[in-house]
């Protein structure tokens, strides 16, 4: 889970110039962002499951 984590901040932090050059016009820089952004949708979606399936495990190892 902490691999996602790191792999999530490492994305973010990739296209903070992207970002800014997004907001002053930049159509290519845009794209970027946008697929970017996809990606930390991605990542995100593990993360969740990673937690949900933490959750699971907690549950069937206290229960067994």
């Known amino acids: ?3 996602h984590y790191e792999n999530l ?3 973010v932090a990739q296209i ?6 997004a907001a002053g016009g930049n ?4 794209t970027r962002v946008r697929q970017a ?3 930390v949708k991605n990542i995100a979606q593990e993360i969740r499951q990673a937690v949900l399936d ?3 495990n907690e549950q ?3 229960a067994g």
């Open 54 to 56: 933490s959750r699971k």
């Open 60 to 62: 069937s190892d206290a």
């Open 37 to 39: 952004m996809q990606d």
């Open 9 to 11: 901040k490492r994305v």
């Open 1 to 3: 889970m902490l691999d």
């Open 27 to 30: 159509k290519a820089a845009g």
């Open 16 to 21: 903070e110039d992207d970002i800014h050059k």
